[in-house]
């Protein structure tokens, strides 16, 4: 229980300093896709915090000349420009071996994911950070390029999410026993597996609104089946927690659809970025369920003054996994008025 109210803490704070959305920052896009030879359709969406833009703006690059101003378009929480640029006749038609650079984006803690179809068919994706704001355009990426650049794509989009954290952890809490815990994790891979591969490949299409609410609502559940348990009663995730990380899994498995649909993938290695990305994820998985681990082995070796009123102990032992409840039915409540508004 010490490492349930330390370990909680601590992601309960990383989710609180975050917007209510659990993948804030949102990620700018910086979508570039070449209509024609020579001519490109450049997409720029930025987030917005109220009614401020954030200060990035990218830098294409020097062949690519706008034609005509951009047209901008306000949507809830992002600003679009939309912009028709053609390549300088001496550049010879081609942006392969140029770069862009995101201005701005070293002052800011946010990521924007860069997407860039040519009409070769060759297509490049990458994740732009404060650390990286530059992406030198290739010929065409290698299946190794691929496979790591997907792959750290997967890893980050999990560690990044604390909502499917908090729900592997809240598992964690349920679930005793190594062999069951096992199963539980295997199930919550294989679901969330599938539906990332049925949605990459177009045959699940569901709204991601919908999606992140059940993501959050799974959150839920599982906190009320905890406490269920800290009673003595047995619940039905208490009995089937497999069951329960299968059917959430399949849920949490479109959520990283939609976010591996915001990078794009490369229609000539669509099987190899479907898999690396997967890769990714379960890396990031691995990596987050040894950090709890260690922190229980660290804990356990560390004395600390018991409570000895029972009902306090209780109050205290309970108090992380209400928190975590409490946090994610706040996120399931704005994610439900943010599809449902449109309809009010």
């Known amino acids: 229980m010490r490492l349930l109210w330390i370990t909680a803490a601590l992601l309960l704070s990383i989710g609180a300093s975050a917007p209510a959305n659990a993948h804030e920052i949102r990620p700018a896009l910086l979508d570039i896709t070449e209509t024609?030879?020579?001519?490109?359709?450049?997409?720029?969406k930025v987030p917005m915090r109220g009614d401020m833009v954030l200060a990035i703006e990218p830098v294409l690059p020097p062949s690519l000349k706008p034609v005509g101003p951009p047209?901008?378009?306000?949507?809830p929480g992002a600003n679009v420009q939309r912009l028709i640029c053609r390549t300088d006749e001496t550049a010879g038609g081609s942006i392969v071996g140029e770069s862009i650079f995101i201005d701005g984006l070293s002052s800011l803690q946010i990521d924007v994911l860069?997407?860039?179809?040519?009409?070769?068919?060759?297509?490049?994706s990458a994740i732009l950070r404060p650390s990286s704001p530059t992406f030198v355009?290739?010929?065409?990426?290698?299946?190794?390029?691929?496979?790591?650049?997907?792959?750290?794509?997967?890893?980050?989009?999990?560690l990044d999410g604390i909502d499917h954290l908090l729900f592997v952890f809240a598992m964690m809490i349920l679930v005793t026993g190594f062999w069951r815990l096992l199963k539980t994790i295997t199930a919550f891979t294989v679901a969330h597996s599938v539906t990332?591969?049925?949605?990459?490949?177009?045959?699940?299409?569901?709204?991601?609104?919908p999606t992140e609410a059940i993501i959050s609502l799974s959150?839920?559940?599982?906190?009320?089946?905890i406490i269920r348990k800290r009673r003595g009663e047995a619940g039905f995730a208490e009995r089937n927690p497999w069951t329960v990380a299968l059917l959430f899994g399949?849920?949490?498995?479109?959520?990283?659809?939609?976010?591996?649909?915001?990078?794009g993938v490369p229609q000539h290695e669509v099987p190899l970025a479907l898999l690396m990305f997967n890769v990714g994820v379960e890396v990031g998985q691995i990596i987050f369920v040894c950090i709890v681990l260690t922190v229980l082995v660290v804990i356990r070796r560390i004395k600390l003054?018991?409570?000895?009123?029972?009902?306090?102990r209780r109050a205290v032992t309970l108090a992380p996994v209400y928190a975590i409840g409490s946090v994610a039915a706040f996120w399931t409540i704005e994610r439900v008025v943010s599809f449902l508004s449109p309809f009010a």
């Open 219 to 225: 959150i839920v559940f599982v906190a009320v089946e």
């Open 196 to 209: 990332l591969a049925l949605a990459t490949l177009g045959v699940v299409n569901v709204p991601s609104a």
């Open 71 to 75: 047209a901008i378009r306000m949507l």
């Open 36 to 44: 024609r030879p020579g001519w490109f359709d450049v997409t720029w």
């Open 137 to 158: 355009i290739p010929e065409q990426a290698s299946k190794g390029e691929v496979a790591w650049s997907y792959t750290r794509m997967g890893v980050i989009h999990i």
């Open 250 to 263: 399949l849920f949490h498995g479109l959520g990283f659809a939609g976010a591996l649909s915001e990078a």
């Open 305 to 312: 003054p018991s409570i000895p009123r029972p009902a306090l």
């Open 114 to 124: 860069l997407r860039i179809d040519l009409a070769d068919g060759t297509s490049h």
